[in-house]
Nanobody
Framework: QVQLVESGGGLVQAGGSLKLSCAASERSFSRYAIGWFRQAPGKEREFVAAINWSAGKTYYADSVKGRFAISRDNAKRTVYLQMNTLKPEDTAIYYC?????????????????WGQGTQVTVSS
């Protein structure tokens, strides 16, 4: 069982930046792809970004490409999501998830373990 804990959310003005962290409890974390997803009020959860175990491959939703960057530090068992030029439509609960099989995916059903989420609010 992999436990994931997100942190770094908060309230920021439009145009600002936040850096989210996803910390894992297990050493095996370094073998897993990690994805970030988000769920805005009244909307379904959607894919944001993913990174494979070696950080050699990254994937982004079109809505965040060029503004968000995903990275990882396996020694610290942590994946990061740097979010720049934030917009009010980025407001959501952000979740990280671990995929123990694939190299990273936009499909939620590929992920095996999920964190509890961290709230990001972008004011206009």
């Amino acid at each position: 069982q992999v436990q994931l804990v997100e942190s770094g959310g908060g309230l920021v003005q439009a145009g600002g930046s936040l850096k989210l962290s996803c910390a894992a409890s297990e050493r095996s974390f370094s073998r897993y792809a990690i994805g970030w997803f988000r769920q805005a009020p009244g909307k379904e959860r959607e894919f944001v970004a993913a990174i494979n175990w070696s950080a050699g491959k990254t994937y982004y939703a079109d809505s965040v490409k060029g503004r968000f960057a995903i990275s990882r530090d396996n020694a610290k068992r942590t994946v990061y999501l740097q979010m720049n030029t934030l917009k009010p439509e980025d407001t959501a609960i952000y979740y990280c998830a671990a995929d123990v099989v694939t190299q990273g995916s936009a499909r939620q059903d590929e992920y095996d373990y999920w964190g509890q989420g961290t709230q990001v609010t972008v004011s206009s």
